[in-house]
T-cell receptor, first 110, second 112 residues
C-alpha cells in the first residue's frame, strides 16, 4: 500500500534562503500534519490541515507557512532560514485513529 | 510544556532481557500510541491503545494504560539488538481536531 510520500529526502540551504517541503498523504486520509524534529529532540507539532483547511497550529514560526492543495498534497514553506531550522521535518496523514508518517525531509541550513 | 514525559530517558540492557519504558501525560486523550525511531530515520507506528483499554499486546510488545494516573508503559520482552532505537509515546488529544503530541522519548540500547 502507498505510504506518505515526502520530498525531497534531503535539502541543504544557506541562511536566509527559502525552502519548500512537499507531502503527499495517503489517499482518502482527511488530515495532514507537519512535525519538526531537531537533533536529539522529540517531534514537535507545527500545523495540521483537515480537508484542506488549517485545523490546528503548534509552535510554527511566522517565517513558516503551509497549505494543502486541491489534490490533498501539502507544502511547508520556510523563509529566511536560520541555522536552528536544521531538523528532520515529518509529514503525517490520518483517517480516524490511524496515523502514518512519511520518511521525513532532512533540512540542513548552512 | 510537554504533553508526554517519558522515563527513563535512556535504557541499556542485554539481549534477552525485558525493557520497560514509561510515559506520563497531562490532558484527556482519545488514545495513546507508541512509535519507534531508528537514529535519524522515520517514525514507525508500533501500537495504539484506546482510552477505554487497559492493556494491549502485539508480538513481543505489551502496552498498558492507566487513565487515572495518566500514564502508560511499553514492555518489550526478550529484547534483541535490533530493538535498539528511540521509543516515543504520543497522545492523540481529546480535542475537536486530531493531533498527536509526542513525549520526550526513551533511547534503548540492546547489547548482544
Amino acid at each position: 500500500a502507498a505510504g506518505v510520500i515526502q520530498s525531497p529526502r534531503h535539502l541543504i540551504k544557506e541562511k536566509r534562503e527559502t525552502a519548500t517541503l512537499k507531502c503527499y498523504p495517503i489517499p482518502r486520509h482527511d488530515t495532514v500534519y507537519w512535525y519538526q524534529q531537531g537533533p536529539g529532540q522529540d517531534p514537535q507539532f507545527l500545523i495540521s490541515f483537515y480537508e484542506k483547511m488549517q485545523s490546528d497550529k503548534g509552535s510554527i514560526p511566522d517565517r513558516f507557512s503551509a497549505q494543502q492543495f486541491s489534490d490533498y498534497h501539502s507544502e511547508l514553506n520556510m523563509s529566511s532560514l536560520e541555522l536552528g531550522d536544521s531538523a528532520l521535518y515529518f509529514c503525517a496523514s490520518s483517517h480516524r485513529d490511524g496515523y502514518t508518517f512519511g520518511s521525513g525531509t532532512r533540512l540542513t541550513v548552512v | 510544556s510537554q504533553q508526554g514525559e517519558e522515563d527513563p530517558q535512556a535504557l541499556s540492557i542485554q539481549e534477552g532481557e525485558n525493557a520497560t519504558m514509561n510515559c506520563s501525560y497531562k490532558t484527556s486523550i482519545n488514545n495513546l500510541q507508541w512509535y519507534r525511531q531508528n537514529s535519524g530515520r522515520g517514525l514507525v507506528h508500533l501500537i495504539l491503545i484506546r482510552s477505554n483499554e487497559r492493556e494491549k499486546h502485539s508480538g513481543r510488545l505489551r502496552v498498558t494504560l492507566d487513565t487515572s494516573k495518566k500514564s502508560s508503559s511499553l514492555l518489550i520482552t526478550a529484547s534483541r539488538a535490533a530493538d535498539t532505537a528511540s521509543y516515543f509515546c504520543a497522545t492523540d488529544l481529546n480535542t475537536g481536531f486530531q493531533k498527536l503530541v509526542f513525549g520526550t522519548g526513551t533511547r534503548l540500547l540492546v547489547s548482544p
